[in-house]
Antibody, heavy 118, light 111 residues
Framework: QVQLQESGPGLVKPSETLSLTCTVSGDSISSYYWSWIRQPAGKGLEWIGRIYTTGRTNYNPSLKSRVTMSLDTSKNHFSLNLSSVTAADTAVYFC????????????WGQGALVSVSS | QSVLTQPPSVSGAPGQRVTISCTGSSSNIGASYDVHWYRQLPGTAPRLLIFGNSNRPSGVPDRFSGSKSGTSASLAITGLQAEDEADYYC???????????FGGGTKLTVL
């Protein structure tokens, strides 16, 4: 059974770059699609972006100018960079897997809380 | 403001039936993209509950069902149990955004 685990700093200063990694176990990252989704405290889910094994990416238009996603097949993990963060980027960040097209997210990480504060 | 609209809260007594609506537009649900539903308990990740409008993953009881019509979808829960208390989210693909969109979430309270 596939497992996903987010890791990265829990505190980021305003204007800096938020960086998270999702390590995948139980399956190869060289298949499927991999997404980042975030959830501010007490609020709903927001899809950030998705990366495929070829490196092709799709980003949420509202975040596109600040988001970069990458993957490392040798380490079986993929990463998120979100630049120029503000307090509005404080949220729990989830990584998740889907099977492409308009498929659902069938596996999720437990989530990583990232706070933006000086 | 979410692209897909859900009621903020619904409630029902044990044993009753409740429905949660999810309203979209011609660029998502109305464009024939599938709707998926997730359940989220406090402090945990969302878990897939219904996929492809009306299909249940293995292990999800048949008390949960989904449907879709036009630009809307619904999640129905019958035989409400205390353990059904959670937040429920709908999700679909949006062609104008070229990405995935979620509803704002509905908090289910079992009275």
């Amino acid at each position: 059974q596939v497992q996903l685990q987010e890791s990265g700093p829990g505190l980021v200063k305003p204007s800096e770059t938020l960086s998270l990694t999702c390590t995948v176990s139980g399956d190869s990252i060289s298949s499927y699609y991999w997404s980042w989704i975030r959830q501010p405290a007490g609020k709903g889910l927001e899809w950030i972006g998705r990366i495929y094994t070829t490196g092709r990416t799709n980003y949420n238009p509202s975040l596109k100018s600040r988001v970069t996603m990458s993957l490392d097949t040798s380490k079986n993990h993929f990463s998120l960079n979100l630049s120029s963060v503000t307090a509005a980027d404080t949220a729990v960040y989830f990584c998740a897997r889907d099977f492409g097209a308009a498929a659902p997210f069938d596996s999720w990480g437990q989530g990583a809380l990232v706070s933006v504060s000086s | 403001q979410s692209v897909l609209t859900q009621p903020p809260s619904v409630s029902g007594a044990p044993g009753q039936r409740v429905t949660i609506s999810c309203t979209g537009s011609s660029s998502n649900i109305g464009a024939s993209y599938d709707v998926h539903w997730y359940r989220q308990l406090p402090g945990t990740a969302p878990r897939l509950l219904i996929f492809g409008n009306s299909n249940r993953p293995s292990g999800v009881p048949d008390r949960f069902s989904g449907s879709k019509s036009g630009t809307s979808a619904s999640l129905a829960i019958t035989g409400l149990q205390a353990e059904d208390e959670a937040d429920y989210y709908c999700q679909s693909y949006d062609s104008s955004l070229s990405g995935w969109v979620f509803g704002g979430g509905t908090k289910l309270t079992v009275l």
